[in-house]
């Protein structure tokens, strides 16, 4: 099994910065993706930023210029700094791991991480 914990949320006004970081432990033979997802109430849960093994990123087109993904390798821990932060990004962020076992591709998820965007 893989665990995975994400830290970081919480309430800030708009226009500010918040940076998440997400860790993954126990199992790991090699992690091929780690994403950022996030989801308000309401609505489906979105891919918000994805970075590779190879070091890729990509990102929804609603947070491109505003949000990083970076990755630690050797901590298996991706981060997401987050700047010009909007009410719109209001949302429960979630991590997701990708284990490539073997061959066999496994995704795992973290329990979530509120940020509230809020004057």
């Known amino acids: 099994q893989v665990q995975v914990v994400e830290s970081g949320g919480g309430l800030v006004q708009p226009g500010g910065s918040l940076r998440l970081s997400c860790a993954a432990s126990?199992?790991?033979?090699?992690?091929?993706?780690m994403d950022w997802y996030r989801q308000s109430p309401g609505k489906a849960r979105e891919l918000v930023a994805t970075?590779?093994?190879?070091?890729?990123?990509n990102y929804a087109d609603s947070v491109k210029g505003r949000f990083t993904i970076s990755r630690d390798a050797a901590k298996n821990t991706v981060y997401l700094q987050m700047s010009s932060l909007k009410p719109g990004d209001t949302a429960v962020y979630y991590c997701?791991?990708?284990?490539?076992?073997?061959?066999?591709?496994?995704?795992?998820w973290g329990q979530g991480t509120q940020v509230t965007v809020s004057s």
């Open positions: 997701k791991v990708r284990n490539n076992r073997f061959g066999m591709l496994y995704d795992y």
């Open positions: 126990g199992s790991i033979v090699s992690i091929t993706t």
């Open positions: 970075v590779t093994s190879g070091g890729s990123t």
